[in-house]
């Protein structure tokens, strides 16, 4: 069965730090990857789609990269703001479908 | 531009009853991808629709189905409801298919079958 892991679940850090959210997939066939944030309640709100040809894509103080050999992505969030609290989702496009991680909870403290 | 809308946004039913959910995607958009939100499963895709076609299926029952108009607005049906179908149904639409662009989801629709 094709997977998609993100590693932490939940993460606290103070304003201002840079983290990395980590992204894992066991189908090797992927065509993209993309990543969304969820505020609680509401839809998911696209940020950064990396088709499976590149290796990283670039929006502000976002960073997503994509190294399909070994399954994983990551996000990198620049000098964090309170406002980026949120969950972040990881999807990756097969070729029948499209499979979510879990999301992993991010919470910046001002 | 407008952003995907769903209506209705709040649903209450009964088992064993049947609902029909709507969306409208961003104009331009041919393709609508149907999505369930639950605490257990997280977030696990229905069924894609590209110009009136499903073009793909996720592993559901037959009692979730679909369709696409030819303004590309989408309907999801599920018949004899139950309790595990509550969840938040989202929605999303994009240029192509979901394989090749980037997905905009609408603010979904959270239904509660008792």
């Known amino acids: 069965k094709q997977e998609v892991t993100q590693i932490p679940a939940a993460l606290s850090v103070p304003e201002g730090e840079n983290l990395v959210l980590n992204c894992s997939f066991t189908d090797s066939a992927i065509y993209n990857l993309q990543w969304f944030r969820q505020d609680p309640g509401k839809g998911l709100t696209s940020l950064l789609l990396i088709q499976s040809s590149q290796r990283e894509q670039t929006s502000g103080r976002l960073n997503a990269s994509l190294d399909k050999s070994s399954g994983r992505s990551t996000l990198y969030i620049a000098a964090s703001q309170p406002g980026d609290s949120a969950t972040y989702l990881c999807a990756e496009s097969s070729n029948n479908d499209m499979r979510f991680g879990a999301g992993t909870r991010l919470t910046v403290k001002p | 531009k407008a952003g995907v809308t769903q209506t209705p946004r709040y649903l209450i039913k009964t088992r064993g009853q049947q609902v029909t959910l709507s969306c409208s995607p961003i104009?331009?958009?041919?393709?609508v991808s149907w999505y369930q939100q639950t605490p257990g499963q997280g977030l696990q895709f229905l069924f894609e629709y590209f110009s009136e076609t499903q073009r793909n299926k996720g592993n559901f029952p037959g009692r979730f189905s679909g369709r696409q108009f030819s303004n590309s607005r989408s309907e999801m049906n599920v018949s004899t409801l139950e309790l595990g179908d509550s969840a938040l149904y989202l929605c999303?639409?994009?240029?192509?298919?979901?394989?090749?662009?980037?997905?905009?989801f609408g603010p979904g629709t959270r239904l509660t079958v008792t």
């Open positions: 104009s331009g958009h041919r393709s």
């Open positions: 999303a639409s994009s240029w192509g298919d979901l394989r090749s662009y980037e997905q905009y």
